[in-house]
């Protein structure tokens, strides 16, 4: 198994994103975010995530993968910090790839609902949480595929 670079891992996000059945294969859950991996290769795993408003995953890594996604509807905002908190907003078709161990919050900051499409290379096997202090990110632990999600 390879792991692939970061950008065609990108490529890769953006090819399967064109796809028009991605936005009816999860329903937008008002409350909770929703998810399915749609694929896995030898090389990489595809995941389509639902954001209700104001959804946001909370500060985490993919541990040893190296990862991109793109929005297919609605906004999302990516918060990382690396000496300063830096946001992003992204809109449909804005897309965003990152190294192992890199962490980051992914929020929906809006009132519609989000729909994203996720790579991760290797697969996902874990994933660690952090706390954020305003100054330093602090891990809280590691969650493990196949136990926490």
Not at 20 to 38: A, G, K, M, V
Not at 85 to 110: E, I, W
Not at 112 to 120: D, E, G, I, Q, T
Request: charged share 25%; no cysteine.
């Amino acid at each position: 198994m390879t792991q692939l670079a970061v950008l065609p891992l990108l490529e890769v996000v953006r090819n399967h994103a064109a796809d028009p059945d991605l936005h009816h294969l999860l329903d937008h859950d008002p409350y909770e975010r929703s998810w399915i991996r749609l694929l896995t290769t030898e090389d990489y795993e595809l995941w389509l995530i639902s954001w209700p408003a104001g959804a946001a995953t909370d500060w985490h890594d993919h541990g040893s993968s190296s990862g991109a996604f793109t929005v297919l509807e609605g906004r999302l905002t990516e918060h990382t910090f690396d000496g300063g908190l830096r946001l992003v907003d992204l809109a449909p078709g804005d897309g965003k790839a990152f190294g192992a161990g890199y962490a980051h919050d992914v929020r929906n900051a809006t009132d519609a609902p989000a729909l994203s499409l996720h790579a991760y290379s290797p697969r996902l096997h874990t994933m660690t949480r952090f706390k954020f202090h305003g100054d330093r990110l602090e891990a809280l632990g590691v969650e493990k595929a196949g136990e926490e999600w």
